[in-house]
């Protein structure tokens, strides 16, 4: 987890696209893609990610993300990867 850490701080986000939503009957899920550049090292970034969404009198009561953790977790290795070949 502490690898993670600071995972939105360092990343400057471009967009968000690709969005599919499931309705619920108390919500909703979405799945989405955001892109971005990994602003240490200039890699970009391409993430999906799925939300689970409770709504309540109109409200949201719930939300929780789900990302591609491999994804990130490469986007953020590359830039040490290149620099030791």
Known sequence: MAAFQGYVDNIALQS???LITHETGTGC?????VHGTILATGVQDNNRFCSIIKIENRKITHWR??????????????????ANH
């Open 16 to 18: 968000a696209d690709k």
């Open 65 to 82: 993300d789900y990302m591609d953790s491999h994804a990130a977790w490469s986007a953020m290795r590359a830039h040490d990867h290149h």
């Open 29 to 33: 899920v979405i799945e989405y893609e």
